[in-house]
């Protein structure tokens, strides 16, 4: 059990809810301030003798005690797991440490889980939902931007393997998600520019007139603007919602989310988790699909031009890395765009080894399509510092 360690303030404020609509599987996303201490923000949950919050050692200290008193009147016992710290850890061995709560507090099938953290307790502590007596209910309270404006929705949990990114996982959506947006401000700088790339990316991919409002207002989203915060995690969530609404297990639209993520996780994967943050490749990522994209004849140069201008002013690097020759086996001899390559054909799109990118037209559309080696390798070398 946690210590309450002080009262809530409660008087939380819903600035706005985007409803994803999956049938018996929909469910709210709130979206506001002063949320999490507010009891109100946890009302019509199921009900349960227990819940077990899942957080980790940076974001535990900051918001658990505040998340356990809010909920202390709905649930009997309020059991906490903190996790290691870190895209390094998002592993069996963390995942076993859910279980283990779990199962020594006494949990039962109706015990709620609370992801309170970033992606990686959200996409953890979604799979543990999914796996714990074969299915629990859980809630996302994602404190990161990354997390708000992505992670925490459309059911996608996973942890990874040193051979490929979220490779191990499930389909399995939360009965709530609590975006309060206050918890950003505690943030540090470098994961509010990774939570940018993938605000950034929703523009290029549905909504070109998203893109405009997000370059006229970056350097009040970098300042924490509260207003300016809440309508990107707002339009964000209402795009993300859209495509998981058409598409919930992607069999097709929603592999659009992925864009910049077929080079991004193989720089992840490439350099070792952790190394680069997960926004931080994506943002790179994005920057070499859209020369692809170019090379292809799908979008103008100074369509390009613009959108590595927007990910380098969002704080994000633009110059993909040499990624480690011999840091996975068999891959010593082989140059740095063989080694992009290799990895990305390990990455879920892809089909009988031929590897398929997100790439972007002129007119605001994603196409997923395959693109030959040669010319994938030549982007990479013109990309690669
Ligand atoms: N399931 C999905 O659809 C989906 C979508 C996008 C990304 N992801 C996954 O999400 C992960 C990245 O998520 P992330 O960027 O949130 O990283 P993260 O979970 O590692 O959090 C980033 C860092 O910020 C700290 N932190 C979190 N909230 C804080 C706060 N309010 N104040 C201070 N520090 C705080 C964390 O402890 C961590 O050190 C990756 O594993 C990625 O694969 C999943
Ligand atoms: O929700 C999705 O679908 C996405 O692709 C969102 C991505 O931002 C996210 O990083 C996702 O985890 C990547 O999916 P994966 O299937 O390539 O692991
Ligand atoms: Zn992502």
Redesign the pocket.
Known sequence: MIPATHQPSAGGQVHARVEIDLGERSYPILIGSSLLDDPATWSGLPKAASALIVT????GP??AARLQQALSQQYPQIHLVTLP???AY?TWDSLNLIFDALLSKGCDRKTVLFAL???????MT?FAAACYMRGVPFVQV??????QV?????????I?HPLG??MI?AFYQPVRVVCDLD??????ER?LS??LA?VIKYGPIHDLAFLDWIEANLLALRARDPKALAHAVQRSCEI?ADVVGQDEREAGLRAI?NFGHTFG?AI?AGLG??EW???EG?GCGMVMAARLSQRLGLLAEDKVERLVRLVEAAGLPVRGPQLKVGHGEGCADLSNAQRYLQLMRVDKKAEAGEIKFVLVEDAGRAVVRGAPDALVAEVIDACCA
């Open positions: 980790n050692e940076t974001v900051l918001y710290d870190g895209e998002k953290g970033g992606g990686v307790v959200g996409d979604g994602p404190t990161t931007l990354l997390a992505d992670s925490s929705v459309g059911g996608k949990t996973a990874n990114k979220n996982g918890t950003l401000q505690t943030l540090p994961e990774a939570g993938e993300k989310l996780h992840e988790y952790g943050l997960h926004g994506v």
